[in-house]
């Protein structure tokens, strides 16, 4: 179903008489193009200044209009590279949008006038991109622009010329990019994926007008080039991070989602997000549209792609932790078996193994603002590694956190934010504010978190030399997968997980076979509570490393908090104490060897605990 603001614009846009758009001469094309975005985006936004520039060009002066925003200080710097298929679009087609994103964004946005195709065929247009970005880097000062914080963003032909700038300053050692957006972009001259058969008429964008677009543009090159294709470009690796937007309706969708899993193959951190009721070009029209364009019938499917851990990020993961934390305690459990220890995470400094992950983070994320969403304990791991690390960070919380968490929080040097009703809320603003510049800390789904939680397994190593079945609570899944890492590497290891019956979030995974989301109940185990992001490196992982995953009730979660305190002097959370009430039931079959249960997680209030150890 398509946005009701689209549809007549669609509807319309069909009905008008004349030749298709495929066939209609290059001028009279782009006059219509320019005509099109002044009616559907308007005079566009006020902004503090614009600036005309003119910089050194291949081909000869290369026109820069520069937007910048009500903000103080020197900003971030983003190159706009606009679209229309290499052959159409100009600054003032996009000078609303431009507006629209240096408001919302808080950055410098400068928009390149790139030589169009037919007249300066491939590759006039990604060498003037390349020549414009490189003298934006070298002059950000003098417009009032960070150098350090630049990235790059175009929409479709735009974000084709985009992301091949962005290799091809990689190869040539510069200017670094921090980011790279990525709207509907064209990444591969094949026109041959399922999109283009679906949608190949009557959604805006035609199969017939890229080719006639491609035709144009190569003049007889080769299509297959990466500097025109980019999803055949041979090493995506070390690419800034991408955010890839597409449409579900849109010839370019395949082809465009490829891509951002090709970048996150070779290691590239990426979000993909596809908005269903849209259409290719409404990006454009965003500068003025209402809310049904801005949220009303557009739904928004995002997926982050992470990298998994190498050797090297879980190297210096351990090497990060062994210089900030000390190793935690492990002790004999005879009450539970023979040969059962509990590994006390409790001791760590924020209560939790998070901290772990925190550390580990925000080093592999070096001086950059970071910005995490948590139901408490993740957000204590990142404020500890912040404070410890001199980072600045937000942690966006649940407005249900837990007070004794959100006390915990309020007493550290972060930004406190408390949003939505749960934690799933609290992720998506967490999300929007990491658009607006800083890093992204998943509490789970992130390679320098699942590297950091790995490792416990490192200690273990140190702690038991024989045999050993690790079990741990089971939410987002970031402790299993680090655990798991360790695991596949060790002889004799292996790794069993538990998590809340009431958010059975991986239980209905794997039995899935993907990623499903599940209702999610009132849990004492409200650290656990949630369903997992789309497309999380966790859930591989868990999948392929962890042998088994028990279910465990709010009674049982009761009974094994009593257990610790009363057998251990240990006080734990709900979230804690799960893999426990799962070995107490017997559901921890660990095999030969020792069995050695995580506790983790002793945030929660005095009067809550008061009265689960009176049950």
């Known amino acids: 179903m398509l946005d009701p603001e689209i549809?007549?614009?669609?509807?319309?846009?069909?009905?008008?008489?004349?030749?298709p758009a495929h066939l209609v001469p290059v001028e009279q094309a782009r006059a219509a193009h320019d005509l099109e975005t002044a009616e559907m985006s308007g005079p566009g936004e006020e902004v503090a200044a614009v600036r005309e520039l003119a910089v050194p060009g291949p081909g000869g002066p290369i026109g820069v209009r520069v937007f910048r925003p009500a903000?103080?200080?020197?900003?971030?710097?983003?190159?706009?590279?606009?679209?229309?298929?290499?052959?159409?679009?100009?600054?003032?087609?996009?000078?609303?949008?431009?507006?629209?994103?240096?408001?919302?964004?808080g950055a410098v946005i400068a928009s390149i006038d790139y030589r169009l195709a037919p007249e300066h065929p491939f590759p006039a247009a990604p060498d003037d991109v390349r020549a414009a970005v490189r003298w934006l880097a070298a002059h950000a000062g003098e417009l009032g622009a960070d150098p350090k914080r630049m990235g790059i963003a175009g929409d479709s032909a735009g974000g084709n010329l985009a992301t091949v700038t962005a290799r091809r300053l990689r190869d040539e050692g510069g200017p670094a990019l921090r980011f790279q957006a990525l709207i509907y972009p064209v990444c591969d001259s094949a026109l041959s994926t399922p999109s283009y058969r679906e949608m190949s008429d009557g959604f805006g964008l035609t199969a017939a007008s890229m080719q006639r677009y491609w035709e144009l543009y190569l003049d007889g090159s080769d299509g297959r080039h990466p500097d025109a294709s980019p999803l055949q470009a041979g090493d995506l690796s070390g690419l800034p991070p991408a955010f890839v937007l597409t449409v579900r309706d849109d010839v370019l969708r395949d082809e465009a989602e490829s891509y951002a899993r090709a970048l996150a193959a070779a290691g590239v951190g990426v979000v993909l997000s596809r908005y269903d009721g849209a259409v290719h070009g409404f990006f454009r029209w965003m500068a003025r549209s209402g809310d049904g364009v801005r949220g009303g019938t557009v739904r928004v499917h995002l997926v982050r792609y992470v990298q998994l851990p190498t050797t090297a990020?879980?190297?210096?993961?351990?090497?990060?932790?062994?210089a900030r934390l000390k190793p935690t305690p492990l002790v004999p459990a005879p009450a539970l078996g023979e040969d059962v220890h509990l590994k006390l995470e409790t001791f760590q400094p924020t209560g939790s193994f998070k901290v772990r992950g925190g550390l580990a983070a925000l080093s592999r994320a070096g001086s950059a603002p970071v910005v995490t969403a948590s139901a408490g304990n993740a957000g204590l791991g990142v404020a500890w590694a912040a404070a410890a690390l001199g980072v600045d960070a937000t942690v966006v919380v649940a407005e249900t956190a837990s007070p004794a968490k959100v006390a915990a929080l309020e007493a550290l040097p972060v930004t406190l934010i408390q949003h939505g009703p749960g934690y799933d809320a609290a992720e998506a603003r967490a999300l929007e504010l990491a658009a607006q510049g800083a890093t992204y800390v998943s509490a789970y789904n992130d390679t320098g978190v699942i590297a950091g939680q790995a490792t416990l397994g490192r200690e273990l190593d140190t702690q038991i030399d024989r045999p050993v079945t690790v079990a741990c609570p089971l939410g987002g899944g970031g402790l299993a997968s680090g655990l798991g890492l360790w695991a596949a590497g060790r002889d004799g290891a292996r790794v069993v997980?538990?998590?809340?019956?009431?958010?059975?979030?991986f239980t209905a995974a794997l039995a899935a076979g993907e990623i499903t989301p599940v209702d999610v109940g009132e849990t004492l185990a409200d650290g656990l509570a949630g369903n997992v992001e789309p497309g999380s490196a966790t859930f591989p992982l868990v999948r392929d490393h962890v042998d088994a995953v028990a279910l465990v009730s709010e009674a049982e979660i009761e009974e094994a908090m009593r257990f610790l305190a009363r057998a251990h002097g240990i006080v734990a959370e709900g979230a804690g104490a799960v893999a426990v009430a799962a070995a107490m039931t017997g559901r921890l079959a660990h095999g030969d060897g020792a069995l050695v249960i995580v506790v983790t997680g002793r945030n929660i209030a005095l009067g809550r605990l008061a009265s689960i150890l009176a049950g």
């Open 7 to 19: 549809q007549p614009i669609l509807e319309a846009t069909s009905a008008l008489p004349g030749p």
């Open 71 to 105: 903000v103080e200080g020197a900003l971030p710097l983003v190159a706009y590279v606009h679209g229309g298929g290499w052959v159409i679009g100009t600054l003032d087609a996009f000078d609303p949008l431009c507006r629209a994103l240096a408001n919302a964004s």
């Open 313 to 322: 990020d879980l190297d210096a993961a351990a090497e990060i932790v062994a």
């Open 497 to 505: 997980a538990a998590e809340a019956d009431r958010s059975p979030a």
